[in-house]
């Protein structure tokens, strides 16, 4: 069997998964944000990965050049008159009683966006041909601007995308060393805005993440890479250097594959209905999975949309590493900052003085130092006690009361952002197992249930590497969309036309067919939102009862007889990725032999109601199939930790999950 490693680039940890002869093997290094390739360079040498292992990376370079406006300089041509599309949008207020609304600025600012006469109609025709010397003198006067790629966006180029190829021509003769994006490639789809946007996004990552998977590839070479995109499938380097904005959602999204492909076996089904809680270091990341993964067109960073396909997820500012404080009026605060790896939460003795997440469980008792990633990184429990005293004694709050109020702020973010992929869509918490993971997520899984009135709780067998274990198990994908033509009888050509592009993708890839899936945006005549639905070119009556269907599931109603328009047509193509089979114990171990075998003493912990126990401390390694114990708990392994509180049970299966169920009260 090939030796695969996943390795999924985190804020705080990099994370290892490797699978070698039905072996899997974890690791974690401190992520190196300067340079994100050396923390990958030294996993790979202390695991000692073969020279023939294939390498499933999910990366962050992307999402932090957007979040940290680290990009390339890049020039943006509009059709004239339209130059200013991206400082216009879409006039959301993003806060709506807000007196002042704030906006980040345009990835490319004023003085780097042009125009140049050209016009295509609505239908495709040319209205006025493009004026190439105009585009020439452009070139050269771009010459002395220091732009390192350029986006061209030109009006109904979905249609017509000759005007926008030929000034990429011409332009490179004055601009050789520049890259190019063009709407026509990166989102051939209407919306005038989210096209503009997403193809300048692509420009301002394309030098940024080209540079990155460079060196990535000079330090794990010879090994081949592929690079989890959005959308939850890998792809090789070259065709993810050519459109970087697919990954901005990379590591994230290797976590939900990872927790539903485990969540099919542990939970016996092969359309499991999971809420997945990813808390890392710097953010946590939920997502709703109705027997499926799920999907979405739209997606959004720091304010910025991104029109392409990606797994829907929603993230907000609380993970280990989010720094806590108190505002003018006293009020405690958790998030957005981080301390990320460096210098990371106070306890971790790298010079950080505000406190973290992290530092609040381990004042709780939550975190054991000695034990904290197998005791190769021992904590400093004093510098957070210290860190979590000096926020509190303004407040007024005790050195516990502050710690118990830092987790409870950081539970209310992440339960809100539980209820906005549950509830707010319509979905009943109380009918999906919650699967925490992250370095964090098992400790704060428990209270989040409680909120949520969620039965069960499923915990993986190596939670806080459980994102670098879903890139081994990705399928290979590739994504492409179209805008759908007025007449419904040029579809099936047009679907054609787009499958033969996936295919040439994966034949690139060195990959054989893929399975090829045709999806549809509809929507209800008159509507300005649509639902990707799946299609057969031939039949679109199908997809219209399907549609009619998942509106009514979306929004709680159906009008079958009102018209239904096809927006866009989309094309996936998949190859799938690598089997993961997880340790599988033999035989069923006696619940009553947990104690003696799996459980290593007692450790003092805080309990959300304030009160003080004594909690069985269990050896996470030790626990076999049957195994089973009540809270309160800590668990301690190697990646992560979990806390079990007092009104919960767990019990170990065959493969090294542990169940969580709620005692009856």
């Known amino acids: 069997m090939t030796e695969r490693i996943g390795i999924d680039t985190g804020g705080t940890f990099t994370d290892f998964a490797r699978l070698k002869d039905g072996e899997l093997v974890v690791c974690k290094t401190a992520t190196t944000p300067q340079d ?44 004239r008159g339209f130059r200013d599309v991206l400082a216009i949008g879409r006039q959301n207020r993003p806060d709506l009683y807000a007196l002042s609304q704030r906006r980040p600025p345009p990835l490319v600012p004023a003085d780097l966006r042009f125009e140049v006469a050209e016009r295509v109609t609505a239908d495709g025709s040319v209205l006025t041909p493009l004026d190439e010397r105009a585009v020439a003198a452009l070139g050269e006067r771009l010459q002395g601007l220091g732009v390192a790629s350029v986006a061209i966006i030109y009006l109904f180029s979905f249609l017509y995308p000759e005007h926008e ?17 063009l709407s026509a490639d990166i989102l051939p789809e209407y919306r005038e805005y989210e096209r503009a946007a997403t193809t300048v996004a692509n420009a301002y990552l394309q030098p940024v993440a080209a540079r990155y998977l460079d060196r990535l590839g000079r330090v794990v070479a010879p090994r081949p890479v592929r690079v989890m995109q959005s959308n939850g499938g890998v792809i090789g380097t070259k065709q993810a250097a050519r459109r970087p904005a697919r990954l901005a959602l990379s590591g994230p999204a290797g976590g939900v594959v990872g927790a ?41 960073i720091a304010g910025l949309p991104l029109r392409l396909p990606s797994v829907d997820i929603h993230t907000v500012g609380a993970g280990g590493g989010s720094l806590a404080h108190a505002d003018a009026a006293n009020a405690l605060h958790v998030g957005p900052a981080s301390a990320g790896a460096a210098p990371g939460p106070a306890c971790y003795g790298r010079g950080g003085e505000a406190p973290a997440v992290t530092d609040a469980n381990v004042v709780l008792g939550r975190i054991l130092p000695d034990r904290f990633l197998g005791g190769e990184f021992g904590l400093d429990a004093d510098a957070a006690r210290r860190a979590v005293e000096q926020l509190g004694r303004p407040l007024g709050l005790s050195l516990r009361e502050t710690a ?4 409870r702020i950081a539970n209310a973010s992440m339960e809100r952002a539980l209820r906005r992929v549950s509830v707010e869509r319509g979905y009943d918490p109380k009918e999906y197992a919650l699967v925490p993971f992250g370095g964090a997520g098992p400790l704060h899984a428990c209270e989040l249930a409680d909120a949520l009135s969620i039965r069960r709780i499923l915990l993986p067998p ?17 994504d492409t969309s179209l805008a759908a033509p007025a007449d419904e009888a040029a579809l099936a050509a047009l679907y054609a036309r787009e499958t033969e592009r996936v295919l040439k993708v994966f034949a690139g890839e060195g990959r054989g067919r893929p399975v090829v899936e045709t999806f549809a945006d509809m929507r209800y005549q008159g509507q300005s939102y649509e639902l990707t639905v799946p299609t057969d070119p031939a039949r679109p009556d199908d997809a219209r009862r399907r549609f009619h269907a998942r509106h009514a599931r979306r929004y709680g109603y159906a009008t079958p007889d009102a018209p239904v328009e096809i927006v866009t047509l989309r094309v996936r193509g998949t190859a799938p990725g690598a089997e993961a089979p997880l340790p599988r114990d033999a035989e069923r171990a006696e619940a009553s032999a947990t104690s003696g075998t799996a459980q290593v003493g007692q450790t003092p912990v805080t309990l959300d109601t304030g009160e003080e126990a004594m909690a069985a401390l269990y050896d996470r390694d030790r626990l076999r199939w049957g195994h089973a114990f009540e809270g309160p708990a800590v668990v301690v392994q190697y990646d992560a930790t979990a806390f079990v509180a007092p009104s919960w049970r767990v ?3 065959a493969w090294r999950n542990l169940h969580f169920s709620r005692l009856p009260d």
Request: net charge neutral.
């Open 36 to 79: 994100q390739s050396r923390a990958v360079e030294e996993g790979v040498r202390r695991l000692g990965v073969a020279a023939d292992a294939a390498i499933a990376h999910g990366t962050t370079v992307a999402t932090n050049a957007l979040l940290e406006r680290r990009g390339a300089r890049c020039a943006l041509i509009a059709t």
């Open 651 to 653: 019990e170990a299966d």
């Open 462 to 478: 190596q939670p806080g590497v459980l994102s670098a274990l879903g890139l081994l198990m990705a399928d290979v994908a590739y």
């Open 165 to 181: 190829r030929r000034t990429a021509e011409i332009l490179k003769e004055y601009l050789p060393d520049a890259r190019f994006s």
């Open 260 to 300: 539903f492909r485990l969540a099919k076996t542990a939970l016996g089904e092969q359309a499991p209905k999971i809420l997945t809680l990813d808390m890392g270091g710097t953010s946590t990341d939920v997502a709703l999975c109705p027997g499926e993964i799920p999907r979405t067109a739209e997606s959004a």
């Open 404 to 407: 118990l109020g830092i987790v």
